[in-house]
């Protein structure tokens, strides 16, 4: 199994982006899907996750009310939708994924398949 991701790229305090993140085999309702991030000189963090079959999302605090979740399960795609981007979101961005449920979803260790990072740029 691999992941897909797109999108990303050099943008504005204030502005919106769209990650996206495809599962290249089975259903992605099947899969926990969660979106880390990783500054230079930080560790590897969490930022949401939308559970097995889509039941519920999750999201730190200083994310909450500006970036959503949402599952394509036709087209096999979970997209990260970024809005009222900061500074302090520039990272790189990475989709994990893994079979069935997790309890645990924002351990970076829960997750068995990884995409390979998109870069987000936040200027001020």
């Known amino acids: 199994v691999q992941i897909l991701q797109s999108g990303g790229g050099s943008l504005e305090t204030g502005s919106s982006v769209t990650l996206s993140c495809a599962v290249s085999?089975?259903?992605?309702?099947?899969?926990?899907v969660a979106w880390f991030r990783q500054a230079p000189g930080k560790e590897r963090e969490f930022v949401c996750s939308?559970?097995?079959?889509?039941?519920?999302?999750n999201y730190i605090d200083s994310v909450k009310e500006r970036f959503t979740l949402a599952r394509d399960n036709f087209k096999n795609v979970v997209y990260l939708e970024m809005k009222s981007l900061k500074p302090e979101d520039t990272a790189v961005y990475y989709c994990?994924?893994?079979?069935?449920?997790?309890?645990?979803?924002?351990?970076?260790?829960?997750?068995?398949?990884w995409g390979q990072g998109t870069q987000v740029t936040v200027s001020s």
């Open positions: 994990a994924a893994t079979l069935g449920p997790l309890e645990d979803d924002i351990a970076v260790d829960r997750y068995d398949v």
């Open positions: 085999e089975g259903s992605i309702a099947s899969y926990t």
């Open positions: 939308t559970r097995w079959g889509g039941a519920s999302t």
